[in-house]
């Protein structure tokens, strides 16, 4: 009763911070609630959001990363890297998408349990790995809804529409910035996962890992293709965003695709 309570308090707030961010936005009189306020809101769902992993994700046994757990970990993660970075950059924005995606993680965890356990004898590498693939899929889930972001800015201003919820973002030339930072930082952590991965491969067939290494190493090319077509040819707008979504869509299958098949079709 006490993890369920947790989960809705938690989900409670992640949602009352998106609306803060909305109002934000969208709300062009009245009282406008102040920036910290979000944030804030915002920490106690993580604070929240971490007890409940810490209650059915981690025991004795090992940690639990079925499929419902492992997303709403990797839900935690986002979270918690926005909210950091939120502190010294302008990114609190991208909160509207990412805190409501994180609530119904929490949901679906704790309705629809699930074990699938690492085992808490798993080496150190191994572990190492799952960290370094968690990250990076968090940091180029950061670096998607910027760009979806990005994308909505960039249409409002072609179209000389630059009121609304467009006037409270940062710059566009910010906004790309940040896109390019939060991609490249994801592109080190996705290049130390795979390059860890490899490690622990013997065969791809038998341990059925073929899609998931195939797709993170396509989604690889794509963010390495993008940041080599930035720095060379000055890559930028629909095309920065084309390439970050395309490659966001296969690591999305990478992850868990393959996971969700491997659990729910398969059943191993």
Avoid: C
């Amino acid at each position: 009763m006490t993890h369920t309570l947790l989960a809705y308090i938690a989900t409670a707030s992640y949602i009352a911070a998106a609306v803060l961010i909305g109002m934000r936005l969208f709300r062009k009189e009245g009282w406008i609630p102040p920036r910290s306020l979000a944030i804030a809101v915002a920490f106690l769902g993580l604070a929240l959001h971490s007890w409940v992993l810490w209650d059915s994700i981690f025991s004795r046994a090992g940690i639990n990363l079925g499929f419902y757990h492992a997303l709403a970990l990797t839900s935690w993660t986002i979270i918690a890297l926005l909210l950091v970075s939120s502190l010294s950059k302008p990114v609190d924005n991208l909160g509207l998408i990412l805190l409501p995606a994180a609530a119904l993680s929490l949901l679906l965890e704790t309705h629809f349990a699930e074990v699938g356990f690492m085992r808490a004898s798993a080496s150190w590498p191994l572990k190492i790995h799952v960290l370094l693939s968690m990250l990076a899929y968090s940091l180029l889930t950061l670096a998607a809804v910027q760009a979806i972001l990005l994308s909505v800015q960039d249409y409002h201003l072609r179209h000389r529409h630059p009121g609304g919820f467009v006037r409270t973002l940062p710059p566009l030339q910010t906004m790309e910035s940040l896109l390019f930072e939060m991609i490249s930082a994801g592109f080190v952590l996705l290049t130390l996962a795979l390059i860890s991965g490899f490690a622990f491969l013997e065969n791809m067939f038998a341990q059925h890992l073929v899609h998931k290494t195939v797709l993170s190493v396509l989604a690889w090319l794509v963010f390495g293709g993008l940041l080599i077509g930035r720095f060379r040819k000055g890559w930028r707008g629909r095309t920065a965003i084309a390439w970050t979504l395309g490659g966001f869509v296969i690591l999305i299958l990478a992850y868990f695709g393959s996971k969700a098949v491997l659990q729910f079709v398969l059943q191993r």
